[in-house]
């Protein structure tokens, strides 16, 4: 079986290139997992039927690699100005604390005694709960990771991995 090469990865789809594909493809199952690479290195794996060369085919967002997602984060904030402008300095601190206060939010919408899973909406539409102010967190976090051209998706990989071999509550007692 020869190298399997892909072109790219964007918003969900993957365009197949490789003339050797074409022996592959005629030996996949009906349906059968395919893992993808994209101009960056980044991997993701979708279930897919049996293709023909060349074919299209979708990556569900739920298989999206954290960077693909930071990404879209960072794309969103560069159109609202939550990023540093031409020749700033990216704000970390600030960054920083803005995580620390949509985390602080979802300890607020507990203390105010909503349930984790209770989503409720602003008059404006927004939803609001744990399950958002935790969801915002996130947000900030990959942007700022996305901002800072951290591959997050790599470096969270690689801790879990780790705290994979460490003991029991990291040999604390909370």
């Given at each position: 079986m020869g190298a399997q090469k892909y072109r790219h990865l964007f918003l969900g789809e993957v365009t197949l290139w490789d003339e050797s594909l074409t022996k592959i493809w005629d030996t996949l199952p009906l349906e059968s997992f395919v893992t993808v690479i994209d101009a960056n290195g980044e991997t993701a794996s979708a279930k897919v039927r049996t293709l023909e060369p060349f074919e299209t085919?979708?990556?569900p967002a739920s298989q999206r690699s954290l960077n693909t997602l930071a990404d879209e984060i960072y794309e969103n904030n560069v159109r609202h100005g939550f990023t540093a402008q031409a020749g700033e300095e990216t704000n970390i601190d600030r960054?920083?604390?803005l995580i620390v206060g949509e985390v602080a939010e979802?300890?607020?919408e507990l203390r105010s005694g909503h349930g984790v899973h209770e989503v409720y909406y602003r008059e404006d539409g927004k939803p609001e709960g744990?399950?958002?102010e935790i969801a915002d967190a996130i947000i900030r976090?990959?942007?700022l990771a996305a901002?800072?051209?951290l591959d997050i998706d790599a470096l969270v990989r690689d801790k879990m991995s780790f705290n994979e071999t460490r003991?029991?509550?990291h040999?604390?007692?909370f």
């Open positions: 085919i979708e990556i960054h920083l604390m979802a300890q607020e744990f399950g958002m976090a990959l942007g901002e800072l051209e003991p029991y509550k040999g604390r007692e």
